[in-house]
């Protein structure tokens, strides 16, 4: 009787010890979850925390900063949405890609087949990923008649030769993304469809002149009307877009919700059917881009019109994904990345009409040379490693995304690939004295190219390069042919030493055209 007692309680304690095991190994942090939040023409100063004097408000971009990771010196990879979006997802500069002319959403693909992307390297590393968001990196459109070219030659290109039932390809579900939900380009420009997993999800085609009347009354245009034509839909500044063909069901005002909702819907699907798998969601936003059209709960909301309130609910998909996360269990081991594309889109005008510096502490503008066409917000969350606020100086790039993600999973980059990416996970797990990279090439729209190593920065023409007036320069005999600026100094680009210090012009020209031409060395190398 005694044996047989003994032989019970050594059961009992040895079933003890290995549910206490199982506990303890389903707690263990696995791959962390990450999710990328990218605001589309999101100034730094418009995070009211990066600016002392800003007249939005982003309580929940400011509070997720305090117990994060956060850059100070970080910038896109590219001064405008198609070449920024290259960088990040394929971690190379826009200038190696094949220029191709951009008409709108209808941009053929620019990234090739078979080239590696933050999605098929996550995919690599055992992820679920998705692209859930504003795509603008070109589509493969099937055409109704072969015979005939997509867009029209004649003026009026509103009518194209799309077949919107036929499936599309070249989209995130060729590129290493297993689900999509995607805008093709820009909120101002058509097409306004959702696009599925390669499939138009309403394909009852209008035109946008259908629904929304061209003008309302008492519109009074500015500066941004010329980006308009007479038919195009125009209300006040940053509420306009172009005429275009559009799905039935498609609301310009919902868009951005619309978006957002499908995030965290995948969020809440992937925690609840497949805890045991980690995920990747790439959730590039519409907002705050144009049209400014914020939703009933912060229309009139912000001290600085239709742009702050928009800002708000920029700052307010934030608090969805953090609380999301938190409510499925998952928030502890995830990453969340919050920046922009760019900078935000904000002219001398805006400054004095709205008192508010959405580009802080920069010269420009969205697509401008100078830094604030491309100098973001940059906040990295992961409360499994990162337990309170920590400032990160040294420059960096979303560029560099492909490296990091390398690094943070172990899977190495496919070769020549990736090949302008450096990996700032070091700086992820608490180096941060450290620089990530040497240099950084700037691209405008202009397809102009700058290059900032430490303290200078050098630019291959005259003018912004971009939006900013005047875009370009012609040179004078004797005169600079360039512009070089000391930032230690000289932070808002005003003094151009072009001709006070050939030397360094003649090594940072050097420079560049040494990157164009052969690239990096071992870029993305795991140390």
């Given at each position: 009787m005694?044996n047989k007692f003994?032989?019970?309680?050594f059961a009992?304690?040895?079933?003890?010890i290995?549910?206490?095991?199982?506990?303890?190994?389903?707690?263990?942090?696995?791959?962390?979850?990450?999710?990328?939040?990218?605001a589309d023409?999101?100034?730094?100063?418009?995070?009211?925390?990066?600016?002392?004097?800003?007249?939005?408000?982003?309580p929940n971009?400011?509070r997720?900063?305090?117990k994060s990771?956060v850059?100070t010196?970080?910038y896109?990879g590219g001064?405008?949405?198609t070449?920024?979006?290259y960088?990040l997802?394929?971690g190379?500069?826009?200038?190696?890609?094949?220029?191709?002319q951009?008409?709108?959403?209808?941009l053929p693909?620019?990234?090739e087949p078979g080239?590696?992307?933050?999605g098929?390297?996550?995919?690599?590393a055992?992820y679920?990923?998705?692209?859930?968001?504003k795509?603008h990196?070109?589509?493969n459109?099937?055409k109704?008649?072969?015979?005939?070219?997509?867009?029209?030659?004649k003026?009026?290109?509103t009518?194209?030769?799309?077949?919107f039932?036929?499936n599309?390809t070249g989209g995130?579900?060729s590129l290493?993304f297993d689900?999509s939900?995607?805008?093709p380009g820009?909120?101002d420009?058509?097409?306004?469809?959702?696009?599925k997993?390669?499939?138009?999800?309403?394909?009852?085609i209008?035109?946008?002149?259908d629904?929304?009347?061209?003008?309302a009354?008492?519109?009074?245009p500015?500066w941004d009307?010329?980006?308009?034509?007479?038919?195009?839909i125009?209300y006040?500044r940053g509420?306009?877009?172009r005429?275009g063909?559009?799905?039935?069901s498609f609301?310009?005002?919902?868009c951005?919700?619309?978006l957002v909702?499908?995030g965290?819907?995948?969020?809440n699907?992937?925690?609840?059917?497949?805890?045991?798998?980690p995920f990747?969601?790439y959730?590039?936003l519409?907002?705050?881009?144009?049209?400014?059209m914020?939703?009933?709960?912060?229309?009139?909301k912000s001290a600085?019109?239709?742009?702050?309130d928009?800002?708000a609910?920029?700052?307010d998909?934030?608090r969805?994904v953090n609380?999301?996360l938190?409510?499925q269990?998952?928030a502890e081991?995830t990453i969340?990345?919050?920046?922009s594309?760019?900078g935000?889109h904000?002219?001398e005008?805006?400054?004095?009409?709205?008192a508010h510096?959405?580009?802080?502490?920069?010269?420009?503008q969205?697509?401008?040379?100078?830094?604030?066409g491309?100098?973001?917000?940059?906040?990295?969350?992961?409360?499994a490693?990162i337990?309170t606020?920590?400032?990160?100086?040294?420059?960096l790039?979303?560029?560099?995304?492909?490296?990091?993600?390398?690094?943070?999973?172990g899977?190495?980059v496919r070769e020549?690939?990736?090949?302008d990416?450096f990996?700032?996970?070091?700086?992820?797990?608490g180096?941060l004295?450290?620089?990530?990279r040497d240099?950084?090439?700037?691209?405008?729209?202009?397809?102009?190219l700058?290059?900032k190593?430490?303290?200078?920065?050098?630019?291959?023409?005259l003018?912004?390069a971009?939006?900013?007036?005047?875009?370009?320069?012609l040179p004078?005999k004797?005169?600079?042919l360039g512009q070089?600026?000391?930032?230690?100094?000289d932070?808002l680009e005003t003094n151009?030493l072009?001709?006070?210090?050939?030397a360094?012009v003649k090594?940072?020209?050097?420079?560049?055209?040494?990157i164009?031409?052969?690239g990096y060395?071992n870029?993305t190398?795991?140390?």
């Amino acid at each position: 009787m005694r044996n047989k007692f003994l032989w019970i309680i050594f059961a009992l304690v040895h079933h003890a010890i290995i549910f206490q095991a199982a506990f303890a190994q389903v707690n263990k942090p696995g791959k962390p979850n990450i999710v990328i939040i990218l605001a589309d023409d999101m100034g730094y100063g418009d995070v009211s925390a990066n600016n002392p004097g800003a007249r939005t408000t982003t309580p929940n971009i400011d509070r997720m900063a305090q117990k994060s990771l956060v850059f100070t010196d970080a910038y896109s990879g590219g001064a405008v949405c198609t070449p920024s979006r290259y960088a990040l997802m394929t971690g190379r500069y826009y200038f190696r890609a094949k220029q191709q002319q951009q008409f709108w959403g209808y941009l053929p693909p620019l990234i090739e087949p078979g080239r590696e992307t933050i999605g098929s390297l996550m995919q690599r590393a055992g992820y679920t990923t998705a692209c859930i968001g504003k795509w603008h990196l070109g589509l493969n459109w099937q055409k109704k008649d072969n015979s005939l070219p997509q867009i029209p030659q004649k003026k009026d290109k509103t009518v194209t030769n799309t077949n919107f039932s036929a499936n599309i390809t070249g989209g995130p579900n060729s590129l290493g993304f297993d689900y999509s939900f995607i805008l093709p380009g820009s909120l101002d420009m058509p097409p306004y469809v959702f696009i599925k997993n390669d499939k138009v999800v309403d394909t009852n085609i209008i035109l946008t002149a259908d629904v929304y009347p061209k003008t309302a009354t008492g519109t009074m245009p500015v500066w941004d009307r010329k980006y308009t034509n007479e038919n195009d839909i125009y209300y006040e500044r940053g509420i306009w877009w172009r005429n275009g063909e559009m799905s039935r069901s498609f609301k310009i005002e919902n868009c951005f919700d619309t978006l957002v909702k499908e995030g965290i819907n995948f969020i809440n699907t992937r925690a609840k059917d497949h805890p045991e798998k980690p995920f990747m969601l790439y959730l590039p936003l519409s907002g705050p881009h144009t049209p400014w059209m914020p939703n009933k709960n912060f229309k009139g909301k912000s001290a600085l019109g239709p742009y702050g309130d928009f800002i708000a609910q920029v700052d307010d998909v934030v608090r969805q994904v953090n609380e999301a996360l938190a409510a499925q269990n998952i928030a502890e081991n995830t990453i969340v990345i919050f920046s922009s594309d760019n900078g935000a889109h904000w002219s001398e005008e805006d400054k004095q009409t709205y008192a508010h510096q959405a580009n802080y502490g920069k010269r420009g503008q969205k697509g401008d040379l100078w830094d604030g066409g491309q100098h973001i917000p940059l906040i990295v969350k992961w409360p499994a490693q990162i337990k309170t606020k920590v400032t990160y100086t040294h420059t960096l790039g979303l560029i560099d995304l492909m490296a990091t993600l390398s690094e943070l999973t172990g899977i190495p980059v496919r070769e020549n690939n990736g090949e302008d990416s450096f990996s700032f996970y070091k700086v992820i797990k608490g180096q941060l004295n450290v620089p990530v990279r040497d240099d950084l090439i700037f691209i405008s729209s202009h397809n102009k190219l700058a290059i900032k190593q430490g303290n200078w920065k050098y630019a291959e023409c005259l003018g912004s390069a971009g939006i900013s007036e005047p875009p370009i320069i012609l040179p004078v005999k004797g005169g600079p042919l360039g512009q070089l600026y000391d930032l230690s100094t000289d932070p808002l680009e005003t003094n151009n030493l072009y001709l006070q210090n050939s030397a360094k012009v003649k090594e940072l020209a050097a420079l560049l055209e040494k990157i164009k031409a052969q690239g990096y060395s071992n870029a993305t190398v795991i140390k």
